[in-house]
């Protein structure tokens, strides 16, 4: 009888993953064809995700352990969550692991997207090019838009709402298309 219950329970340990008996779960999700200023420790970019079926993305700080996002492309991808016991106060409870890229669709060219930037997100590189946070990711104003202003603006250390379009080759820098500066560190900026 114990050779029996011993087998048993060899035979339906890989069965507890699917079956989420060890605390993993599948799950489904959008990920935004752009990232998104957020703020944990220091200001940063995050993925925009929502579940399928939902409306607003929501700031994802720690990308999925496996996937390799790319800028520019509308994915739904398949991941496992484990719920972790003990985690460092700076980091996330939940450890994501990418399961599978169910789909990865590119913007159409052209397309352009908003991004609400902290002044020490957005940081001076060479002539008219400024560099996101900490990189790579680099931004430059379009030849029909004077961004001779902004420089003077993120010294004042407020926040800025870039609308970006994506680059036609990619690796080249977004194109700042407008900029817009927000009333105050804390207030709105539409």
Partial sequence: MR???LLVLILLTPACGILGLDGTTTRT???APYKAGCTGLFPTLCLQVREVGQSDFLNLFETPIGFDYEWG???VISVKEKELDEVPADASSIRRTLERVIS???VEQGSTFELLVVAEGLVPANGSRYVLFSGPEEVECSSSLSCEGLADFLESGD???LSLRFPAISGEPFEIVEWQPCESLFGSCQ
């Fill in 3 to 5: 050779k029996r219950a």
């Fill in 29 to 31: 999700l959008e990920v």
């Fill in 73 to 75: 492309f509308h994915y």
């Fill in 104 to 106: 990865k669709t590119p």
């Fill in 159 to 161: 926040r800025v709402l």
